[in-house]
């Protein structure tokens, strides 16, 4: 597929806001709403976007602390290890993802908590975990995006 800087456009766009319909991004970028339409189905079709998202404001839920927890653990299995994690969640605990990381941890989670005591019930539950070695946990205190520019794209793109 060709990747060219309206592409980029695009995607940029999208990832403000998935909802954008294809007459306003054709608005916005000045290009045709079938161009803007032709684009977005390659797109896709390429695996370039995969799907589209709702960016979830987690404290309006009721979480408004979100934390990621470094696990180091010495299993056999990963992937039932990483499915223990998820399963902690429970009232006042989202446990959103878990990563298999390379390091001298094993595993990092991403995890939305009510309170410091639901943090600290999480904790608790986390340091049942057969072959657990020890977790660092890290509060987010901020959070900024960063739009995805051309110089970040390994090839040169064309115009």
Same mark, same amino acid.
């Given at each position: 597929?060709? @990747?060219?800087?309206?592409?980029?456009? +695009?995607?940029?766009?999208?990832?403000?806001? !998935?909802?954008?319909?294809?007459?306003? /991004?054709?608005?916005?970028?000045?290009?045709? %709403?079938?161009?803007?339409?032709? %684009? #977005?189905?390659?797109?896709?079709?390429?695996?370039? +976007?995969?799907? &589209?998202?709702?960016? +979830?404001? &987690?404290?309006?839920?009721?979480?408004?602390?979100?934390?990621? $927890?470094?696990?180091?653990?010495?299993?056999?299995?990963?992937?039932?290890? +990483?499915?223990?994690? /998820?399963?902690?969640?429970?009232? !006042?605990?989202?446990?959103?993802?878990? &990563?298999?990381?390379?390091?001298?941890?094993?595993?990092? $989670?991403?995890? @939305?908590?009510?309170?410091?005591?639901?943090?600290?019930? @999480?904790?608790?539950?986390?340091?049942?975990?057969?072959?657990? #070695?020890?977790?660092?946990?890290? $509060?987010?205190?901020?959070?900024?995006?960063?739009?995805?520019?051309?110089?970040? #794209? @390994?090839?040169?793109?064309?115009?």
């Amino acid at each position: 597929m060709k @990747f060219d800087r309206m592409s980029l456009r +695009i995607i940029n766009k999208l990832l403000i806001d !998935g909802r954008k319909t294809h007459q306003s /991004l054709a608005n916005e970028l000045s290009y045709s %709403r079938p161009a803007i339409h032709q %684009r #977005i189905n390659k797109l896709e079709k390429n695996g370039i +976007i995969n799907g &589209y998202t709702a960016d +979830i404001d &987690y404290s309006k839920l009721g979480f408004g602390i979100e934390a990621f $927890v470094l696990v180091n653990i010495h299993t056999l299995d990963y992937n039932s290890c +990483i499915q223990s994690i /998820l399963d902690l969640s429970r009232e !006042g605990i989202y446990v959103k993802k878990a &990563y298999r990381i390379t390091g001298q941890k094993c595993i990092i $989670v991403k995890l @939305f908590v009510s309170s410091t005591e639901n943090l600290r019930i @999480f904790h608790d539950e986390i340091l049942k975990l057969d072959g657990l #070695i020890e977790t660092d946990t890290m $509060v987010v205190m901020q959070e900024e995006d960063n739009e995805l520019k051309e110089e970040y #794209i @390994f090839e040169k793109m064309e115009d």
